[in-house]
């Protein structure tokens, strides 16, 4: 088989009054990621990893953020799309594995419906998606509650 592997990162800036969306999933949260989309931090992170690993540049290549037809747009589609343009090179996937830097509000409690949305999008078993989450210890913009970031890798294998 013809493993790829494919790494992704995103980091978005934290405001009052917008909505935190991570993995597709809405946060009980005042504040919330800052962008041209809905700013999910994981999903477009995932979308870089698949898109990197089957050798098709990154997300901003295909959705640019200076497109108006994207402002606003639900990374749920962003993502259906990346895996799309993967599947058409004839790759599936093999599994994700990604963390989530937040100081607040706790990540945990959320990783269940994110991987369950996630891993109906990627057309594969709910254990093929490990979501982790770590905070910033008060340390960076990530500790100071500024920021949150998304790191991932993604194995795919050509069908």
């Known amino acids: 088989m013809n493993f790829r592997i494919g790494f992704g ?21 005042s504040f919330g990621s800052v962008g041209h989309s809905d700013a999910d931090v994981l999903l477009h992170a995932i979308c870089d990893a698949i898109l990197g690993a089957a050798n098709l540049r990154d997300i901003g290549f295909h959705f640019s953020d200076t497109d108006p037809k994207y402002k606003g747009i639900d990374s749920r589609i962003l993502l259906t799309e990346s895996y799309k343009l993967v599947n058409e090179k004839g790759y599936k996937i ?6 989530v830097l937040l100081e607040n509000p706790k990540v945990n ?3 269940e419906d994110m991987q369950k949305i ?11 998606i490990s979501i982790k989450a770590t905070r910033g210890e008060k340390m960076g ?10 790191y991932c890798n993604a194995l795919i294998y050509k069908v």
């Open 9 to 29: 990162v995103d980091i978005h800036q934290l405001e009052e009054g917008r909505d935190l969306i991570i993995g597709g999933v809405k946060f009980d949260s």
């Open 94 to 99: 093999g599994n994700i594995d990604a963390s």
């Open 109 to 111: 409690p959320y990783i």
């Open 118 to 128: 996630i891993a109906n999008i990627l057309e594969v078993d709910i254990d093929a």
């Open 141 to 150: 913009y990530i500790g100071e509650g500024k920021g949150i970031q998304a």
